[in-house]
């Protein structure tokens, strides 16, 4: 059983609880993006596992008529044991989203998993009927030549800042740079893609994309975890704006719920907050 506070950040431990939950959102107008918490698997067996239960979600989305996706960490299903046993599992878990006409995500994890998720997600966004997105790091200094890549292809991306700690050879670390890039590649996706995705709770990136959205014409939506602005989702979805909440879910939240404290202190206040109200 999930305890109290961390309840605020992981939807159920079941797959119904979180399809349930997902419902209940659909009912204020979000969307949601359901995640099986698991990662950095070295074995095949929870790979293997993991990949079945994505593959059942996305029957259970369809079955369910919810406005919701998925979204996979590629050490989730099998990156850790090797490149091809996660082509084989995010391949096959792409067959059953087209079979069911569900959008599938792939998570960006550290910058040594980078070239193996771009290469797996082209690959799967060129294939009759897949609909398929990746998160993309804007901390990262390669990221103007993957927002490239990715443009040419048809893959959505979900620009995030990164959560990721980084060699600052290979990314920016001050946060004002950070920023910086994020604004950059922003403007970017708004002007050559054709739907945006904005992985951020900062007021300050959301009001650029409403911005930056009446400039261009380019369709966008809102990403945010669940637990963090929860009230900042409803207004913006009651402002008409498409929101979409990240829903983990799964026995393994101990370790996804300290890390979103760790990250930082006022999710903890957030969360606080809701069980005192």
């Given at each position: 059983m999930i305890p109290p506070i961390a309840n605020n950040f992981v939807a159920d431990e079941s797959t119904e609880g979180a399809l349930e939950y997902a419902?209940?959102?659909?009912?204020?107008?979000?969307?949601?993006?359901l995640n099986l918490l698991g990662e950095h698997y070295h074995e095949r067996s929870p790979a293997f596992e993991d990949a079945a239960e994505y593959r059942h979600l996305a029957a259970e989305i369809d079955d369910r008529n919810l406005d919701a996706s998925i979204s996979v960490k590629p050490s989730q299903v099998g990156l850790n044991v090797s490149k091809d046993v996660f082509v084989e599992n995010l391949e096959n878990i792409v067959d059953r989203?087209?079979?069911h006409d569900v959008f599938?995500?792939?998570?960006?994890?550290?910058?040594?998993?980078?070239?193996?998720?771009?290469?797996?997600?082209?690959?799967?966004?060129?294939r009759d009927g897949a609909d398929v997105g990746v998160a993309i790091q804007a901390n990262l200094k390669r990221t103007d030549d993957d927002l490239e890549r990715l443009?040419?292809?048809?893959?959505?991306?979900r620009l995030v800042k990164g959560a990721y700690d980084e060699p600052a050879s290979i990314a920016y670390v001050d946060k004002s740079r950070v920023n910086e890039a994020y604004e950059k590649h922003l403007d970017y996706l708004f002007r050559e893609s054709e739907r945006v995705s904005v992985g951020s709770h900062d007021p300050r990136m959301i009001s650029l994309a409403r911005n930056l959205h009446d400039e261009y014409g380019t369709p966008f939506e809102i990403q945010m975890l669940m637990g963090v602005r929860d009230d900042a989702q409803v207004d913006l979805a009651d402002d008409g704006v498409r929101v979409v909440q990240y829903v983990p879910y799964g026995g393994k939240w101990?370790?996804?719920?300290y890390r979103?404290?760790?990250?930082?202190?006022?999710?903890?206040?957030f969360a606080a907050r809701a069980i005192l109200s």
């Open positions: 419902a209940e959102l659909n009912d204020r107008d979000i969307s949601a993006i989203a087209i079979d599938v995500w792939v998570d960006m994890e550290d910058h040594t998993t980078t070239d193996a998720t771009l290469d797996a997600v082209v690959k799967n966004a060129e443009a040419e292809s048809d893959a959505t991306v101990a370790q996804y719920f979103r404290v760790m990250e930082r202190k006022e999710n903890l206040l």
